[in-house]
């Protein structure tokens, strides 16, 4: 949805539009990096999975409340906390998955992990698609009447290119049915991040296996200098 909005409402071209998405990919792959690095020190993840659901719920709240008056450099610093939150994420829930079984059953859990994972996405797009449509439509009727309600009949997706041969005023309806229509599915999707992150509190910490071993290691190896220093 957001290169759709930066598309029609911001007057991004294609190309700019995936370059704009920087600033999110940017801010989940250093967040991602420090949170694989501080769990592996550590050998403690919960808390990751619980920001990284706030932050989330703050990136979708902050984008749900983009209009067509919203900037390039405002909406890029609000996909930059929703990446963030997302960095958060990536590793550490395949991480819950996979510490949460026995060993010959780390496939299974991964494997687990990976399909609910594409069912919550495949389910969460069509369901907030469907919303994105309905609100589109509807934000059309109201400002354009039933001509203008007729351009998205079929698709509520309009390409730059069909966008420029619209009439203005149709074109200023259209604008504004896909800002209310992203604000829809953000406004939803910070709804469901909150449901997310208060689930993850009650996830069940379980000491990493690795960082459990560290301390077993150091432990012996005073041990095994002992005799050494005896036979001297």
């Known amino acids: 949805f957001l290169p759709l909005?930066?598309?029609?409402?911001?007057?991004?071209?294609?190309?700019?539009?995936?370059?704009?998405?920087?600033?999110?990919?940017?801010?989940?792959?250093?967040?991602?990096?420090?949170?694989g690095r501080v769990t592996t020190q550590t050998g403690k993840y919960k808390i990751f999975p619980i920001v990284g659901g706030l932050l989330i719920t703050v990136g979708m709240f902050l984008l749900s409340t983009m209009d067509t008056e919203t900037t390039r450099f405002t909406s890029g610093l609000y996909m930059a906390v929703l990446g963030m939150g997302m960095g958060c994420l990536m590793q550490t829930t395949m991480l819950v998955a996979q510490n949460s079984v026995?060993?010959?059953?780390m496939g299974v859990g991964s494997s687990s992990a990976t399909l609910f994972r594409t069912l919550g996405g495949s389910f969460g797009v069509a369901i907030l698609g469907a919303l994105f449509t309905?609100?589109?439509?509807?934000?059309?009727?109201?400002?354009?009447?039933?001509?203008?309600?007729?351009?998205?009949?079929?698709?509520?997706?309009?390409?730059?290119?069909?966008l420029k041969l619209l009439p203005p005023p149709?074109?200023?309806?259209?604008?504004?049915?896909?800002?209310s229509g992203?604000?829809?599915?953000?406004?939803?999707?910070a709804l469901i991040s909150i449901i997310g992150a208060v689930a993850a509190w009650f996830v069940k910490e379980?000491?990493?296996?690795?960082?459990?071993?560290?301390?077993?290691?150091?432990?012996?190896?005073?041990?095994?200098?002992?005799?050494?220093?005896?036979?001297?």
């Open 102 to 105: 026995e060993m010959k059953d």
């Open 5 to 35: 909005y930066q598309q029609t409402v911001q007057g991004a071209t294609a190309t700019n539009s995936g370059l704009l998405l920087l600033p999110m990919l940017l801010g989940m792959l250093v967040v991602s990096l420090v949170a």
């Open 182 to 189: 992203a604000h829809q599915v953000f406004l939803w999707g």
């Open 134 to 162: 309905s609100q589109v439509r509807d934000t059309m009727t109201e400002r354009g009447g039933g001509k203008a309600a007729a351009i998205t009949s079929g698709s509520a997706q309009l390409d730059p290119a069909s």
């Open 206 to 232: 379980v000491p990493l296996r690795g960082a459990a071993a560290k301390p077993a290691d150091g432990d012996g190896a005073p041990a095994e200098a002992a005799p050494v220093a005896e036979t001297v």
């Open 170 to 179: 149709i074109r200023d309806a259209y604008t504004h049915a896909v800002a």
